[in-house]
């Protein structure tokens, strides 16, 4: 209700599936959907919910790519995928080159959240050279996450890197954020940018 508030018309729900914590499958993502969107039926509200998830590059990511197993959306075959928040993955080259082989469009989560990218910008520009799209949280520009995520989140979007912003929503107190992120400069740069041909947000 608060996002239809906003002006949404509809989401794309991306749970976790990190096997070592969050052992969601497609299967029970979207039972739950299906539950879900039988509320909203219920309740008459205008929203289209769709359901993809958004993956943690791990073995079992990789083992899902090659079965071509993965949820996804939109018709670019779009799936959002996340790294480690302490070092890069070893395998993220190889899982993006197999994303790409098996027909998928691969994006990137929350790319400012990465500090360890913070002092080598090079290293957003190459996940544009191999055409991996970026998404930013939306609360990042609130400073929810700190002054040099919100800094990269705004340098990003300033440089017309950024394809997609999600919303992080992990549950009612994230809308207020969301709220504030709104009304930001740096969210009417995004909305105003010819990059943004798409303005999504994914809801955990």
Same mark, same amino acid.
């Given at each position: 209700?608060?996002?239809?508030?906003?002006?949404? %018309?509809?989401?794309?729900?991306?749970?976790?599936?990190?096997? *070592?914590?969050?052992?969601?499958?497609?299967?029970i993502?979207? !039972?739950?959907?299906a539950v %879900?969107?039988? !509320?909203?039926?219920?309740?008459?509200?205008?929203f289209?919910l769709?359901?993809?998830?958004?993956?943690?590059c *791990? !073995?079992h990511?990789?083992?899902?790519?090659? #079965?071509?197993?993965?949820?996804?959306? @939109?018709?670019?075959k779009y %799936?959002?995928?996340?790294?480690?928040?302490?070092?890069?993955?070893i395998?993220?080259?190889?899982a993006?080159?197999?994303?790409?082989?098996?027909?998928? #469009?691969?994006?990137?989560?929350h790319?400012?959240?990465y500090?360890?990218?913070? &002092? *080598?910008?090079?290293?957003?520009?190459?996940?544009? *050279?191999?055409?991996?799209?970026l998404?930013v949280?939306?609360?990042?520009?609130?400073? #929810?996450y700190?002054?040099?995520?919100?800094?990269?989140?705004?340098k990003?979007i300033?440089? @017309?890197?950024?394809?997609?912003? @999600?919303?992080?929503?992990?549950?009612?107190?994230?809308?207020?954020?969301m709220e #504030?992120?709104? &009304?930001?400069?740096?969210?009417?740069?995004?909305?105003?940018? &010819?990059?943004?041909?798409? &303005?999504?947000?994914?809801?955990?």
């Amino acid at each position: 209700e608060k996002l239809i508030a906003f002006g949404y %018309v509809g989401a794309v729900t991306t749970p976790h599936i990190y096997w *070592d914590m969050y052992r969601n499958s497609p299967e029970i993502i979207l !039972e739950k959907l299906a539950v %879900v969107k039988e !509320e909203i039926a219920k309740r008459q509200l205008p929203f289209q919910l769709e359901a993809a998830a958004e993956y943690f590059c *791990d !073995e079992h990511f990789e083992s899902q790519i090659e #079965q071509g197993k993965l949820l996804h959306f @939109g018709k670019e075959k779009y %799936v959002l995928f996340e790294i480690s928040f302490i070092q890069e993955n070893i395998n993220l080259g190889r899982a993006i080159f197999n994303m790409r082989l098996n027909g998928f #469009q691969p994006i990137l989560a929350h790319p400012e959240r990465y500090e360890y990218w913070h &002092s *080598d910008f090079s290293r957003y520009e190459s996940m544009l *050279d191999k055409e991996v799209l970026l998404q930013v949280n939306i609360n990042s520009l609130t400073g #929810q996450y700190g002054p040099n995520v919100r800094r990269i989140a705004e340098k990003l979007i300033a440089k @017309g890197m950024v394809s997609f912003i @999600g919303s992080d929503c992990h549950h009612v107190g994230h809308i207020d954020l969301m709220e #504030q992120a709104r &009304s930001s400069p740096s969210m009417k740069i995004f909305l105003e940018s &010819s990059r943004s041909l798409h &303005s999504t947000i994914s809801a955990h």
